[in-house]
């Protein structure tokens, strides 16, 4: 029987006893055993209500899931994001394929990629964002000079076949908290923001009002300020709801967010932020991995080592209220050098890169 590609409905719940819930579980097997291949036993793991939760849409974000089956098996997906309220000439695919899978169906690749290219199509999208397997350097470079990608390699030579062209690399790293000297790091970071006139404010779950419009600000800073390349990304607008929105769904089936901030002690003004979330205790092996989401300080207040401060911040956070999750992984565009610099320092070990390619068209 041929390969069939075709759309992933999802169930109301994850436990559904339906064919749509079936499928969705065998989908959600498949995107672990990915996750293991590229990234290590259970640096990916969700429990399946965590998969239900991160595979939804949201006013921002429209998702489609496709799969690809072979008989009764599910070999590849692809997921295709739609941004609703910036960037709405964009749709990002992110493939995930079995390493067996790319071998016994050479086409597969090339496959996913055109079906999310149609599914682009159909919502008039004119810029195509993908990924494929990356490395600090390869024979394709990426435009910003640093990282690059083997041609041969099935995701990148799907992107070259079809016009697209490598702009970042990005890297996924790893801690284990029972393996850092947090608490000397802390107390060296607190005493260096402390004599520059910072300090760091943390909590759990949604942000507390009267840190909202800040909140909003850093969110928007984020999406001009992060490394993108030449990536085609409009500025975002964050408005109250948007916040909501964004943190009830992250908080979705049981996971915690943690923030930290840093305030400027003189104005009370809060100039940066980090973020994580940890998953419902899942008891199995690999379920114990924690996700570093973003990290930002204000370009006016860079220089005082804050970023260190709001890392070293959460993950005694991690470390005191988490037990259960003593690793974090975090992921960082290469050409960061400095959040690279701070992960490094702290500890984090990368182990895996990701390339992120791009093709315009005319409308």
């Known amino acids: 029987m041929p390969l069939q590609i075709r759309s992933l409905p999802l169930p109301e719940r994850c436990d559904e006893p339906t064919p749509v819930g079936a ?5 959600a097997l498949h995107a672990e055993r990915v996750g293991d291949e590229r990234l290590g ?3 990916a793991t969700l429990t399946l209500a965590e998969r239900l939760a991160a595979w939804q849409s949201s006013d921002a974000e429209l998702h489609v899931r496709r799969i690809a089956v072979d008989g009764d098996r599910i070999v590849g997906a692809v997921s295709i994001w739609l941004p609703m309220l910036e960037s709405t000439g964009v749709a990002e695919h992110i493939l995930t394929v079995d390493a067996g899978a790319a071998r016994a169906h050479p086409a597969l690749v090339g496959a996913l990629v055109d079906d999310a290219e149609h599914v682009a199509a159909e919502h008039h999208r004119t810029t195509l964002i993908g990924g494929s397997a990356a490395a600090m350097r390869g024979r394709v470079m990426a435009t910003t000079g640093v990282g690059g990608a083997d041609p041969a390699e099935p995701g990148a030579a799907a992107m070259l076949a079809r016009g697209y062209t490598l702009q970042q690399v990005y890297r996924t790293s790893v801690a284990d908290l029972r393996e850092l000297d947090l608490d000397q790091r ?3 970071a607190t005493a260096r923001a402390a004599s520059a006139g910072y300090e760091t404010v943390v909590w759990s779950g949604p942000t ?7 909140m909003r600000e850093l969110h928007e800073r984020m999406s001009t300020d992060s490394p993108a390349g030449e990536l ?3 500025a975002q607008t964050w408005s109250d709801e948007r916040l909501a929105e964004f943190e009830t769904q992250k908080s979705a089936a049981g996971r915690t967010m943690r923030t930290a901030v840093a305030r400027q002690i003189a104005t009370g003004e809060i100039v940066g932020f980090t973020s994580l979330f940890v998953g419902a205790t899942i008891g199995v092996a690999g379920g114990d991995v924690a996700r570093q989401h973003d990290t930002l300080v204000r370009r006016d207040h860079r ?3 804050l970023g260190m401060l709001l890392k070293l911040a959460n993950l005694r956070e991690l470390r005191d209220h988490h037990r259960t999750h003593p690793r974090i992984s975090t992921m960082n565009a ?7 610099a701070v992960n490094d320092a702290i500890g984090f070990l990368p182990v895996h890169h990701e390339g992120v390619w791009q093709r315009k068209e005319s409308a």
């Open 23 to 27: 499928t969705f579980r065998a989908a």
């Open 41 to 43: 036993v259970g640096v």
């Open 186 to 188: 802390w107390a060296d």
């Open 208 to 214: 507390p009002a009267e840190h909202r419009p800040a």
């Open 232 to 234: 085609v990304l409009e």
């Open 303 to 305: 220089g005082h080592a």
């Open 334 to 340: 290469v050409e960061n050098q400095h959040m690279l």
